[in-house]
């Protein structure tokens, strides 16, 4: 590229930063004009999701910084994510009858879907119609005012394995989903995420207990994707996740991507150095830092550091913090 067209570029990515940052600066009271009004309300006004969801935005860039073309190409594109309203699809394609020698009930296909990204990645979980019914149960208890007016599928005497039966359920439990993911109080409980996430994190766990790790982080791998986001104002609460692929990853002797992992998870408790999660991350990070050459003083300094500041105590190695994760 010759000297013109690389000006040309950097002043492209220059003014494109500039938009981002004025659009991230941007008077709250302006975005809310312009937000869709569908979404339900948790306490009787309306939410916009997507500067609730959101990180703030306010610390932006000079134009006038001296970042090189490629470093201004990643702000620019971490910032564009930032801005873009993040949400969640539910579709229910597809069901399946399961039968054991006492019971008989269908399982639901739930297809979830990330929208306003790039990210084409998709979920895919089943849950059955008692999985819905404790979920209902549940969410009645901590929002019963907010669940006033939320309809659930009732059952029925017979015929609940006819094919007419099961395609209504389909599109009750699809508008079902949506209309609780709506409500900004139920989409952030923990009710709503372990519906969506913990059957199959204690089956990741109990393969890890069981020293089935190839199988723990098949399953931990998929689930990790939908816990990010259904989590996004909450981002320390996937660290034992983390922790748990790169325990997987450490046993299966795959040190780098054990690693990769690891400074995912401790970027995380940047600023929660009393989780219990962080001593036992940073003396695993430093031995896997050691073992692949990479630099573990700064790891060692941090170790030291709050050593000094704590009273000794006794601390769990990761992976015994790991398997006593979703023991009941």
Known sequence: MDQDSHCTAERELLEAVSRITTFSTTNPADKEENQPKAE??????????????????????SPHSSMTTKELQEYWRNEKSQCRQVKLLFEIPSTRIVEHHLSKYVMYKI????????????SVIERR????????????????????DVTFPKKTLTGNFTEEIINERKLAFKDYLRLLYSMKC??????????????????????????????????????????ERLTRGNPVSIVPTLCAIMVCHKDLENPASAFEYGEKALSRLRVHSSHRYYIPLLETMITLAYELGKDFLSLQEKLEEWKAKKDPVRVFTLKELAVREYVQ
């Open 186 to 227: 139920v989409r952030r409980s923990k009710k709503f995420i372990d519906f969506l996430t913990r059957p199959e994190l204690q089956e990741a766990y109990g393969c890890l207990r069981g020293g089935q790790y190839p199988k723990a982080l098949e399953i931990l791998l998929e689930v990790i994707g939908l816990q």
């Open 111 to 122: 297809i979830i879907l990330q929208t306003g990204s790039f990210d084409s990645n998709k």
């Open 129 to 148: 119609y008692s999985d819905f019914e404790k979920l209902h149960r549940n969410l009645l208890e901590e929002f019963s005012e907010e669940m006033e």
């Open 40 to 61: 339900i309300s948790c306490h009787l006004r309306k939410e916009n999701p997507e500067k609730d969801d959101l990180k703030d935005s306010n610390a932006t860039l």
